[in-house]
T-cell receptor
Framework: EDKVVQSPLSLVVHEGDTVTLNCSYE??????LLWYKQEKKAPTFLFML????IEKKSGRLSSILDKKELSSILNITATQTGDSAIYLC??????????FGTGTRLKVLA | NAGVMQNPRHLVRRRGQEARLRCSPM?????VYWYRQLPEEGLKFMVY????????ESGMPKERFSAEFPKEGPSILRIQQVVRGDSAAYFC??????????????FGNGTRLTVT
């Protein structure tokens, strides 16, 4: 059965800290990996990583795909309270179905 | 460019009633997906539709649940004779093409269904 596992489940840091969120997957047919940020409402798209694009960066956020290790990390540097959210990882198996992990709940304290 | 629109945001139903959740995809998107999210759980795929067609409903319970995406109007997720276990957040997402290759899913704000 295809699955996506995220760790840690939750994390509490102080403003200015750097955090690394992990996502590992076991799927029959990998096509892409996506990161989303979910606050109180819609999951908002952050990054899509595929075989042809294994590293993405946007401001203080960056993500790397390790196809050998079947995993990805999401880094957030100089965290701010506005980064507090649930970060979701999802894997596409080449069809339209995305397999989501349970998410990492990040809380950034002022 | 409006995003994915879902309504209502919150819906309270008594056991046995029907719940109707609506979703209008982003402009130019003809692929719609419904996901369910329970507390402390990830998003679970329910159904994938294109205009007037159900492509895959394998994630949807066979009884009481149905979905449609008519030629005109929003996609509807219908839950008949709701039970307490149906209480969850239901998210709709859309994409301009068959997801999984080049286009990420864009999500609406969800409908939080509470069954009393």
């Amino acid at each position: 059965e295809d699955k996506v596992v995220q760790s840690p489940l939750s994390l509490v840091v102080h403003e200015g800290d750097t955090v690394t969120l992990n996502c590992s997957y076991e799927v029959t047919n990998f096509r892409s990996l996506l990161w989303y940020k979910q606050e109180k409402k819609a999951p908002t798209f952050l990054f899509m990583l595929t075989s042809s694009g294994i590293e993405k960066k946007s401001g203080r956020l960056s993500s790397i795909l390790d196809k050998k290790e079947l995993s990805s990390i999401l880094n957030i540097t100089a965290t701010q309270t506005g980064d507090s959210a649930i970060y979701l990882c999802a894997v596409s198996t080449g069809t339209y179905k995305y397999i989501f992990g349970t998410g990492t709940r990040l809380k950034v304290l002022a | 460019n409006a995003g994915v629109m879902q309504n209502p945001r919150h819906l309270v139903r008594r056991r046995g009633q029907e719940a109707r959740l609506r979703c209008s995809p982003m402009k130019g998107h003809s692929h719609v997906y419904w996901y369910r999210q329970l507390p402390e759980e990830g998003l679970k795929f329910m159904v994938y539709l294109q205009k007037e067609n159900i492509i895959d409903e394998s994630g949807m319970p066979k009884e009481r649940f149905s979905a449609e995406f008519p030629k005109e109007g929003p996609s509807i997720l219908r839950i008949q004779q709701v039970v307490r276990g149906d209480s969850a957040a239901y998210f709709c997402a859309s994409s301009p093409d068959r997801g999984g290759n080049n286009s990420p899913l864009h999500f609406g704000n969800g409908t939080r269904l509470t069954v009393t």
